[in-house]
């Protein structure tokens, strides 16, 4: 029997600690741990990072019966173990923020090689945490669909990052007919949506870079303000003037936004805080897509699991910045 340990909401739940369950995988030691505590504890499970003797672990890890499988769900602070975790997601994104602002300054084909290559690492922390709810997500035709949004922007502007959103759409459907473990409508619409949202994402960021390089940068402060902001926000617990993680992104927003507009002369600071606002919808609806898609649920006050949740919100905010550019400036 593999032993279980519990933190925060789901020792509450449980009423314990830690206990012991048979199973040979650590999904069967979860199923079996969900059997005993009930319908309140499947829920919360949906939302917590599992660690094998310290170490991230899939569904389908084998486990014995000198293992620890430890549950930790995503709470601001917490155990080390949360901390690190939530510490190299940290680290990842300002590492890929620091390479999209200098290949924006280098050359457009770097910066599209660069948007493409965070992208992918996107989609593949996505595929990753999913494998923790024991869906199957292929993230290889996802790449391809975000590939060809970037590089058709690229080439052809607006028409090509049309025609790139169409071969992601294209290619999540046709994968799914040839994988059969895919062809469930559940995996089908789950691939699609998340083709086209990563086809936004890149193609957008492409097109913001097209036509100029400070209104890159001030997408890039936007999204940095709003998830500073929201991330903000839950460390205070709701303190701060009663502000919630939403409000919060919304706040840091429209400032970076309009701090942009006021600092670059080539940017108009009417359309700066249009297109922030913008942004800050986008953001927000895509912070409530990715935590559903993470944890089943829709999350505004924890961290949902994985290493790079900021892009979920930047997957639709910087679409909706560049869409306002397009139509304002």
Do not use: C
């Not at 690229?154 to 473990?181: E, H, K, N, Q």
């Not at 870079?209 to 709701?238: D, E, K, R």
């Amino acid at each position: 029997m593999a032993r279980l340990r519990l933190f925060a909401n789901l020792r509450e739940i449980a009423g314990t600690t830690q206990a012991e369950f048979s199973g040979n995988t650590v999904a069967e030691v979860l199923d079996s741990a969900t059997a005993a505590y009930g319908k309140e504890f499947a829920r919360n499970l949906t939302i917590a990072q599992v660690w094998v003797n310290g170490d991230p672990a899939e569904p389908e890890d084998a486990v014995t019966d000198q293992d620890e499988v430890a549950l930790i769900p995503p709470v601001s602070g917490g155990s080390l173990a949360a901390q690190a975790s939530q510490g190299s997601g940290a680290l990842l994104v300002m590492a890929l923020l620091t390479a999209l602002i200098v290949a924006n300054l280098v050359n457009t084909p770097t910066f599209v090689f660069v948007v493409v290559g965070s992208a992918l690492a996107w989609l593949w922390d996505l595929s990753d945490v999913l494998k923790l709810r024991n869906i199957s997500v292929n993230p290889v035709p996802l790449m391809i669909g975000a590939t060809a949004a970037a590089n058709g922007a690229y080439t052809w502007g607006v028409p090509g990052f049309a025609g790139g959103i169409a071969v992601a759409i294209f290619v999540a459907l046709v994968w799914s007919v040839l994988d059969p473990g895919q062809r469930s409508v559940r995996a089908v619409a789950g691939a699609v949506a998340l083709a086209m949202i990563a086809a936004l994402g890149t193609g957008s960021l492409t097109l913001t870079h097209l036509y100029s390089i400070p209104t890159v940068n001030a997408a890039i402060a936007i999204a940095a303000a709003a998830g500073f902001a929201a991330w903000g926000v839950q460390q205070s617990g709701g303190e701060l003037g009663g502000l919630d993680p939403n409000l919060g992104m919304v706040l840091g927003a429209v400032i970076a936004g309009l701090i942009s507009g006021l600092a670059a002369d080539t940017l108009s600071t009417t359309t700066m805080l249009l297109a922030s606002a913008a942004g800050a919808a986008g953001l927000i609806a895509g912070r409530a897509f990715g935590s559903l898609l993470r944890t089943g649920s829709v999350i505004h006050t924890a961290r949902a699991p994985g290493l790079l949740t900021m892009f979920d919100a930047a997957a639709l905010g910087v679409p909706a910045f560049w869409a306002a550019i397009w139509v304002f400036a």
